[in-house]
């Protein structure tokens, strides 16, 4: 689990730091000391969870977390403060959690591990990328560790296989449960069908090239696999290259 920690006091997130790092698969990945700064950093390293601060000078903890339910996937957020009159503001927010200063070793972990859960404000997110209510930033898939998610930039092709559809990117393979009819529809203007199997990301494409055998296939960037492209597509795919 990738872990953010939002705290304006050096030394509290130092010692959280120190405690994440003892749990296995558990890495801190990003700090910050303030509400926007905090934003802008979860947007650009996608944690897993934010342990978020409710106190904190100009934007607090409770205006941070409202803004991150409002994001693509919003992480889980567990919120930290030291006086107990803030854990009801907490507990009645969409936060998943929230501990009392000083922090307790066991009491961290446990929080984390209830955080692994899908929470409402991420299955929200999800709900509204599948029936076309929110814009579709990101493709995501539950695993083991939580939820896993790959910006739609940074993805090469789809690929269907019965049920599940795999998501080909720039780090690898994600398996996720969107049919490539839904896919398409949402993504219509940067991705085409090329294929009853396969969408493909037009931006990725180095070349439409034939085989000995005259079957085509496209060639795409920073990987050396090649996506075929059928007999019935083929004259729709030239023609969206070409243009």
């Known amino acids: 689990m990738n872990v953010m920690i ?39 390293l996608a944690p897993d969870a934010v342990l978020l601060d409710v106190h904190m000078p100009g934007m607090d903890g409770l205006q941070v977390a409202r803004e991150l339910a409002n994001t693509d996937l919003p992480p889980a957020v567990i919120f930290i403060t030291a006086h107990s009159e803030h854990a009801l503001s907490a507990h009645n927010s969409q936060a998943d959690g929230y501990l009392l200063k000083p922090v307790r070793r066991d009491d961290l972990a446990a929080a984390l591990a209830r955080a692994r859960q899908p929470s409402r404000a991420q ?12 814009p579709m930033g990101y493709v ?45 529809q949402s993504l219509a203007e940067n991705f085409m069908r090329v294929h009853r199997k396969a969408l493909v990301a037009r931006a990725h ?6 085989n000995s055998d005259g079957s085509a296939c496209l060639t795409l960037r920073h990987v050396a696999t090649t996506v075929p492209v059928s007999r019935r597509r083929l004259a729709e795919v030239r023609a969206l290259l070409e243009s």
Not at 149 to 178: C, M, N, P
């Open 6 to 44: 939002v705290d304006d006091e050096p030394l509290a997130r130092e010692r959280l730091r120190r405690m994440i790092e003892t749990f296995p698969g558990h890495a801190v990945i990003g700090e910050a000391s303030e509400g926007r700064s905090a934003i802008e950093r979860v947007s650009e």
């Open 123 to 134: 299955y929200s997110a999800l709900a509204g990328q599948l029936d076309g209510r929110g």
């Open 140 to 184: 995501s898939a539950r695993t083991r560790d939580g939820i896993e998610r790959v910006a739609i930039r940074d993805i090469l092709y789809f690929w269907a296989d019965r049920k599940y559809t795999s998501a080909f990117h720039l780090h690898g393979e994600l398996l996720i449960e969107q049919s490539l009819a839904t896919l398409e």
């Open 205 to 210: 494409v180095t070349a439409l090239k034939y």
